[in-house]
């Protein structure tokens, strides 16, 4: 079993940032892919980003490439979100995942563990 917590979330202005944080606990940190979802009222949950189990690959999604940066910390067993020039199409609950593979994925079916999410607002 693997528990995730976020963290992070608030209210923010456009243009703003926001760091949110996932810590893991139950397994092994080094031993899954990571990834961060995102689900806005009325909208299915999409992909943001990912990291691989090793971080040396990460990818994301169209709407937040250059403007979101996913990391890992495996002393803290905490991958992080850090979320810059912060649009109102980003406001959202904010996910994180685990899956047990090397790399990441984009679909959430292919995440075994998911945290309870933290809410994002971005006021215009």
């Known amino acids: 079993q693997v528990q995730l917590v976020e963290s992070g979330g608030g209210l923010v202005q456009a243009g703003g940032s926001l760091r949110l944080s996932c810590v893991a606990s139950?397994?092994?940190?080094?031993?899954?892919?990571m990834g961060w979802f995102r689900q806005a009222p009325g909208k299915e949950r999409e992909f943001v980003a990912g990291?691989?189990?090793?971080?040396?690959?990460?990818i994301y999604a169209d709407s937040v490439k250059g403007r979101f940066i996913i990391s890992r910390d495996y002393a803290k067993n905490t991958v992080y979100l850090q979320m810059n020039s912060l649009l109102p199409e980003d406001t959202a609950v904010y996910y994180c995942?685990?899956?047990?593979?090397?790399?990441?994925?984009?679909?959430?079916?292919?995440?075994?563990?998911w945290g309870q999410g933290t809410q994002v607002t971005v006021s215009s």
């Open positions: 995942a685990a899956r047990f593979a090397y790399s990441t994925e984009v679909f959430r079916g292919g995440y075994d563990y």
């Open positions: 139950g397994r092994s940190f080094s031993s899954y892919a």
């Open positions: 990291a691989s189990r090793s971080d040396d690959n990460t």
